[in-house]
């Protein structure tokens, strides 16, 4: 089975920008959707489910289902929310904190 992404880039040839994640650097479109960048990156596990364990990635692309959680810079947010920005270090999010309650 290929590992290549199925993802297409809507915009080949624009300015691109360093990140990192997982500690590889990663050349992405600046200023385009993290989530779907990374998507065309050929990242597709973004984080594991706290219960299972089970795999997860980007699903509704508008900040509805957190299936796109990562750590960006030490804070988990949503990469579907957020923009390719340069510098940015990203990890998959830590399943066991993604969902606690900072409280």
Do not use: K, Y
């Amino acid at each position: 089975m290929s590992t290549d992404s199925t993802f297409l880039e809507t915009e080949p040839g624009g300015a691109r920008v360093r990140v990192w994640f997982d500690g590889t650097p990663l050349d992405l479109p600046e200023g385009a959707n993290l989530a779907g960048a990374l998507l065309v990156a050929g990242v597709s596990r973004f984080r594991d489910t706290p219960v299972s364990g089970a795999p997860r990635g980007p699903f509704c692309m508008m900040g509805a289902c957190f299936d796109c959680l990562v750590e960006i810079d030490g804070v988990t947010r949503q990469a579907c929310m957020t923009e390719v920005r340069d510098g940015l270090h990203i990890s998959r999010a830590p399943s066991s904190e993604a969902w606690r309650d900072p409280e």
